[in-house]
Structure formats: C-alpha cells, structure tokens
C-alpha cells in the first residue's frame, strides 16, 4: 500500500477563495482524522470520521469548514471562503483499528495569502 | 482535554538520557507516542494499552501510570537522529486520537 495519500502538498490562494483538501487513508482502515498543525497550537485535530461517518466535528473552528467522506477511500476538507489565519499544515491520518498505528498523510501546506 | 506535555522543549549531547512526560485530566484507555521531524509527518513510535504497562524499542522506551493518567518516554543514550518533536496521543475506546502540546528535543555532536 502506498500509504495514506494527501494532496495537494502545496497550496497557495487568495484570501476569500475557496480551498480543497484531498486524503485517500490506507485501505482497509475504518478511522480517518484531520488535524491542523501550527507553531501556535500544535497538532490540532478537527473532525474524525469512523466507516466514513462523521463522529466528532468539534474541532472544526468554524462553519467556513467542513468535511465529507462519501466513500471508505476518499474524504476532502474544505474551506470557504478562506482567510489569513487558516494557513497551516493539514494531515490526514487513518488506523485500521482502536489500538493500533496511526498513518499520516504527507500533509498538505496552506498558505492563504 | 489536550494532554499536557512536559518539558516543552529539551536540548542533549549525544549519549545523553532524557524523559518526556504526558499528562491528562481525563482517564486514559492507551497512550500513543510519535515523533516527527521537521517537514514530515509524525511518525509512529509506540503504543502502550494497559496501566503499568511498560515498553520498549531499542533505547526508546515508555510506561504508563493509568492510575496517575500519566506517561513517560524514556529516550537513552541519544543519538542525532532523536531529533524531532514527540508527541503523546490519547484515545478512550474508539473514539477521537487528541495530541499533546509537543516537546521538542534537540541533539547534539
């Protein structure tokens, strides 16, 4: 398996613009979690997903975010209309069970300018 | 509810031991450590289950106190490639993996 694979690694947009995060986990593995990474406040995790439905969205600082996951290989995050301050890192991480491993995407950068 | 890491940050010769604390305010059912360098991904460690319970991985090891809620890495005879900041995980049962606030260790030559 080629891992947990996130795209784009790079994203670089306009403040105002609508922006979309991919993660394709690992297959197999019925949990899937966002986080949001800064300087300021570490790894944060923003929604958690388990056999693609959403069980915990509390992390998700406002209603411009939201996330979906349709299918067992596919979930996207998306922000709209994007501001300065959502520039970060965004991993998508995914484990096949409770206690075991789990699996970050490569994340991708955002800077919202 | 996010666990509380402690110290924040740690700077170490090569051969030199450190310990990294995890603490929560709520009841732990595992612990996760994970380390990641910089502009990777964390990257998996060790996963300890039950309180008491101790492990280990070459010179890297942990323990964890369910009773206290606590955890410790325990990182002997460093080696440049400990660089990196470790993270502490928390998970109750299935629901939602939570990170601590992180400590960065440095080592050096």
């Known amino acids: 398996d080629a891992g947990v694979i996130q795209s784009p690694r790079h994203e670089v947009t306009e403040m105002g613009q609508e922006v979309t995060l991919r993660c394709k986990p690992i297959s197999g593995h019925n949990s899937l979690f966002w986080y949001r990474q800064t300087m300021m406040r570490g790894l944060e995790l923003l929604i958690y997903?388990?056999?693609?439905?959403?069980?915990?969205d509390s992390g998700m600082p406002e209603d411009r975010f939201s996330a979906k996951m349709p299918n067992a290989s596919f979930s996207t995050l998306k922000i709209q209309p994007s501001e300065p301050r959502d520039s970060a890192v965004y991993f998508c991480a995914s484990t096949d069970q409770v206690n075991t491993e789990a699996f970050f995407g490569q994340g991708t950068r955002l800077t919202v300018v | 509810q996010q666990p509380v890491q402690s110290p924040q940050a740690v700077i170490l010769r090569e051969g030199e031991d450190a310990v990294i604390n995890c603490s929560s305010s709520?009841?732990?059912?595992?612990v996760h450590w994970y380390r990641q360098k910089h502009g990777e991904a964390p990257v998996f460690l060790m996963i300890?289950?039950?309180?008491?319970e101790q492990k280990g991985h070459d010179k890297i090891s942990a323990s964890f106190n369910e009773k206290k809620q606590q955890s410790s890495l325990y990182l002997t005879a460093s080696q440049l490639s400990y660089s990196g900041t470790y993270f502490c995980g928390t998970r109750m049962g299935s629901d939602k993996l939570i990170f601590g606030t992180g400590t960065r260790l440095q080592v050096f030559p």
């Open positions: 997903f388990n056999n693609n439905v959403p069980i915990d």
């Open positions: 300890l289950l039950k309180g008491g």
């Open positions: 709520k009841a732990l059912y595992s």
